[in-house]
């Protein structure tokens, strides 16, 4: 193996660092993280001299954007800094998973693998001294009118074609990409020397068949394969198809709030399958024209189908995902073992989390105890968004989940 392989291969196997702080006070909070990082720092395995931060803190606690850079950078050592500010924050490694005020995780990477990218410093393209996007790490705007476009270019950008990540509310929040700004999308690109394992977890009931949009304008769908499109709605949840009063209609309401939308062309999901469809709310009714309005805009063609939030659903799907990773796992483990490397490996480097706002509490202290028992004490670091990104589409009421895993290979 060259000698710069090597010591990239020595990099890789090394542990991630994550420290957080439940302080409302911003120097007593940083204190707090800088001891954690100084004790991770002496322990076997794990990085020793990392590069690079991920941080999310809640709002109003930290100094303006550029004073709370300085305050990092000066504090623990790292000169890149990606994050934002978020309405809840949780981190997690030994100790498990629990909820903050501030939490960071320092990686170690070449510098030639990854890029942090914003509005004032757009993703470049690949050049001496960097590898080019294989994935991306997005933190978008929830006031942005163009987010979908945006993602969809980031997506487009990346060699897999997977921008990731979450939005963040309420509109305007803090956005840290090696600077302070507001508004639009900034994050983190990484090369494909970055081995990432995870994807999007979902978890929904369906209530229908799967159909095709062919009327509709704006975000309202008025039609489903030539039918009125409330009328198909109405079929699937069971309810009778008749003339109601605004009463009537009023009291339907509660059992609309649970009702979740896939989106998909035909060609990107099985038929009949809710994964791998964008997921969009409901968010209104209008009985006088049968239509159904989506927190999306849809097009004639495209494939919908009515779904229902299901919490044991969503842990299902969750625990799926958690399952492929740690097979991944268990195979590298087993190609490092037959390899005889001389250097000790971490399998699992660190871990991003990402979850739907929307969801109850009891939900979220589900998911991240099954996290949890799925992935072991892996340094986590995540938030609750306002909308989950993967595959550089915006989803809703979904997981986000991505192990930064060390790969044999490299």
């Known amino acids: 193996m060259p000698a710069e392989e090597e010591q990239s291969f020595r990099i890789t196997a090394m542990r991630f660092i994550t420290a957080h702080s439940s302080s409302p006070d911003w120097p007593q909070a940083l204190d707090a993280i800088a001891g954690q990082v100084a004790a991770a720092r002496a322990r076997a395995g794990t990085v020793t001299r990392p590069n690079l931060g991920l941080v999310y803190l809640q709002p109003g606690l930290a100094p303006p954007g550029p004073r709370l850079l300085q305050d990092l950078r000066a504090r623990l050592g790292v000169a890149h800094w990606v994050g934002a500010e978020v309405a809840h924050v949780f981190a997690g490694a030994d100790q498990g998973i629990v909820d903050a005020s501030v939490g960071v995780m320092l990686l170690q990477l070449a510098q030639r693998d990854f890029r942090v990218f914003s509005g004032l410093q757009p993703l470049p393209a690949v050049s001496r001294g960097w590898r080019g996007a294989h994935t991306a790490l997005v933190h978008g705007d929830s ?32 956005q840290l990409a090696d600077a302070a700004l507001r508004g639009g999308v900034s994050g983190l690109a990484l090369s494909s020397r970055v081995s990432l394992l995870g994807g999007l977890s979902q978890g929904l009931q369906a209530v229908g068949p799967a159909r095709t949009v062919t009327r509709c304008a704006d975000n309202v769908v008025y039609a489903l394969d030539g039918q009125p ?58 009985p006088r024209a049968q239509g159904v309005a989506l927190a999306a805009e849809p097009q004639p063609g495209m494939r919908l189908r009515f779904c229902r939030r299901e919490q044991q659903e969503s842990l299902r799907d969750l625990l799926r995902l958690c399952t492929e990773v740690r097979e991944d796992i268990e195979q590298r483990r087993q ?40 992935l072991g004490d892996v340094p986590l670091l995540g938030f609750r968004a306002a909308g989950e990104v993967s595959g550089g589409a915006l989803h809703a009421y979904s997981s986000v989940l991505r192990v930064f895993a060390s790969d044999p290979s490299m």
Do not use: K, N, Y
């Open 143 to 174: 006031g942005e009118d163009e987010l979908d476009e945006l993602l969809a270019e980031l997506g487009a950008r990346t060699a897999s074609g997977d921008a990731w990540g979450g939005v963040l509310a309420p509109c305007g929040s803090l």
């Open 335 to 374: 190609v490092v073992a037959q390899a005889g490397h001389r250097h000790a490996t971490q399998p699992m480097r660190g871990a991003v989390f990402i979850s739907c706002a929307g969801r109850s509490e009891a939900a979220h202290r589900a998911e991240r105890q099954l996290v949890r028992s799925q």
């Open 229 to 286: 499109a409330l009328g198909a709605l109405l079929d699937d949840l069971g309810q009778a198809r008749s003339e109601r009063e605004d009463e009537q209609w009023r009291a339907l309401v509660p059992s609309l709030r649970e009702v979740v939308v896939g989106l998909s062309w035909p060609q990107q999901t099985p038929p009949g399958s809710p994964q791998s469809a964008v997921l969009r709310g409901l968010i209104g009714i209008d």
